[in-house]
Nanobody, 128 residues
Framework: VQLVESGGGSVQAGRSHRLTCIAS????????????MGWFRQVPGKEREGVAA???????SYADSVKGRFTISKDNAKNTLYLELNSLKPDDTAIYYC????????????????????WGQGTQVTVS
């Protein structure tokens, strides 16, 4: 399984941005099997932080710091995960990673990095 994020860049505070994560190489794993996908972010010197997650039934979870500003969604037909970032703040500056928990969800809470089996390489978002 390979995950490739894109869409990172420099953004002015208050503006919107969208990140994309394309999953490939999942032969042997049905994308439509129950699974959870998530977005995490990390800044130097800090632990990787759960930003948002989406279950196979479309249920979503968000960190308090982004609730109401970020939206996670996925397109199963395109094997693609999205993160819409609105009302961006300088504190949102980080490397953003997408992750997949296959074949099921868990164990552990959605915001625990240990729960996820596959990770992308990350994409930098800088808000100024």
């Amino acid at each position: 399984v390979q995950l490739v994020e894109s869409g990172g860049g420099s953004v002015q505070a208050g503006r919107s941005h969208r990140l994309t994560c394309i999953a490939s190489g999942i032969a042997g794993h049905s994308y439509y099997e129950p699974n959870c996908m998530g977005w995490f972010r990390q800044v130097p010197g800090k632990e990787r932080e759960g930003v948002a997650a989406i279950d196979s039934d479309g249920s979503t979870s968000y960190a308090d710091s982004v609730k109401g500003r970020f939206t996670i969604s996925k397109d199963n037909a395109k094997n693609t995960l999205y993160l819409e970032l609105n009302s961006l703040k300088p504190d949102d500056t980080a490397i953003y990673y997408c992750a997949v928990d296959l074949p099921g969800c868990g164990p552990g809470p959605w915001y625990s990095p240990a729960r996820y089996d596959f990770w992308g390489q990350g994409t930098q978002v800088t808000v100024s």
